[in-house]
């Protein structure tokens, strides 16, 4: 069953028994104004049972609602501790690290990568590369990028633009992204290439 469930269901009980009693408080009221005025009704009994297990029942399914919130928020609050653990060591890595989507933006970037290719970490955010390379490149680097997605540790040489202009050869090593048996994009890591030019 899915989380929930067993509340879910308990709040269509709550809903029925709200619903009871709105059909015996309309009865009670038309039995005194218009049928019988100045006499008791008899279903007084079961409507006070009723609203005794509506009442039950909603402060059950609270504490359960309550618990459900209480716990997803701990979990929310250690997912977050433990992303910024890992935000913090690839930040500290000495290697430049870059991910990329599906359509080959980059989703993130570290701050040895961003030295690397000479831009600030958040001004690369949702770039391609082929809006870092020299034009003359855009067909290479557009096979090198379709080349990425079935070979796993590929290495590429590109030239690549600075922030102040400046070109700069860095050497890509490039592997497919993989989650739940399905590719969702990629991620390489940067390196300054000191090899001639190309």
């Known amino acids: 069953m899915k989380p929930g469930g067993i509340e879910l269901r308990w709040a269509y009980v709550a809903f029925g028994l709200l619903a009871s009693i709105d059909v015996l408080v309309g009865l009670r009221i038309v039995r005194r104004v218009i049928w019988q005025p100045g006499t008791a009704a008899p279903d007084v009994p079961v409507l006070v ?7 039950v029942v909603l402060l059950w399914l609270f504490k359960r609602v309550r ?18 653990f890992a935000q913090q060591l ?30 600030p970490p958040e001004a690369l955010l949702g770039l391609t590369s082929f809006q870092l ?16 997605w079935s070979r796993s540790g590929e290495v590429y ?30 991620f390489g890591s940067v390196c300054p290439d000191d090899a001639p030019p190309l």
């Open 90 to 119: 690839l930040d500290a890595s000495t290697e430049g690290l870059v991910m990329f989507s599906t359509e080959g933006r980059i989703t993130y970037v570290n701050r040895r990568a961003a030295e690397v290719l000479g831009h």
């Open 67 to 84: 618990n459900m919130v209480r716990y997803d928020q701990h979990l929310r609050a250690m997912y977050e501790q433990e992303l910024n």
């Open 133 to 148: 390379v020299q034009p003359e490149d855009y067909a290479a680097s557009e096979e090198q990028w379709l080349q990425s």
């Open 49 to 55: 049972l009723l609203l005794l297990a509506l009442h």
């Open 157 to 186: 040489r590109m030239r690549i633009r600075g922030a102040q202009g400046e070109w700069r050869q860095v050497r890509v090593t490039v592997s497919p992204r993989w989650h739940q048996g399905r590719m969702v994009g990629s």
